[in-house]
């Protein structure tokens, strides 16, 4: 955590201007005033890295850098994913942005609706990889962020501006049960 800590503080260091242009992207209201987890849970600048991801000198690397705050390892999500969610699925859904940022959000929003899909308490495999659920208290918050932005999630899942192929079969289902959707 610590690693991706220093990581985010050197990015926004090194590129003081990034962002600022899209501070006041609609799909960003609100951002700064969430309220995102504090340190150790959450690196303290996640709402700085979204207005990153609208300009084009930093938005590879503010995508990386977001993935890995917002991804504790393969297989678990940080405790801020559920605050990021509704931002997410704003700026997914903007036209305008880059299509491989636009694909790299989507991308975190399927790994978001799989790994906070519930865990079978009786599947001792599922338990071993993911934990219990009583112990991730973020998968559902998460749940409930994708229920409570549903129609955001239904305007992504219908915009025909996404990238071909990027949302397909497995994936788009997996949003639609996040978002319950049907």
């Known amino acids: 955590m610590a690693a991706r800590e ?12 990034a962002g600022v242009a899209g501070s006041g992207h609609p799909a960003l209201l609100g951002c700064a005033e969430a309220a995102w987890p504090p340190a150790p849970e ?3 600048g996640i709402p700085a890295l979204f207005p990153c991801l609208l300009d084009e000198t ?16 393969v297989l678990h999500m940080s405790a801020a994913m ?13 036209s305008d942005i880059s299509a491989a940022v636009r694909s790299g959000l989507v991308d975190l929003l399927v790994v978001a609706a799989h790994l906070s899909e519930p865990v ?10 993911l934990g219990l659920d ?12 994708f229920r409570v932005h549903a129609s955001a999630l239904a305007r992504l899942l219908n915009d025909e501006t996404l990238p071909h192929g990027l949302l397909v079969g497995d994936d788009r289902a997996t949003l639609r049960r996040a978002g319950a959707l049907r």
């Open 6 to 17: 220093a990581a985010l503080a050197r990015f926004l260091r090194e590129h003081p201007r």
């Open 42 to 44: 959450g690196p303290s």
């Open 58 to 73: 930093t938005d590879a690397e503010a995508l990386r850098l977001l993935g890995n705050a917002l991804l504790d390892g």
């Open 82 to 94: 559920p605050t990021a969610v509704p931002f997410l699925l704003r700026l997914a859904a903007d």
């Open 120 to 129: 079978d308490a009786d599947d001792e495999r599922s338990v071993l990889l």
């Open 134 to 145: 009583e112990d991730h208290p973020e998968r559902e918050r998460c749940r409930l962020a």
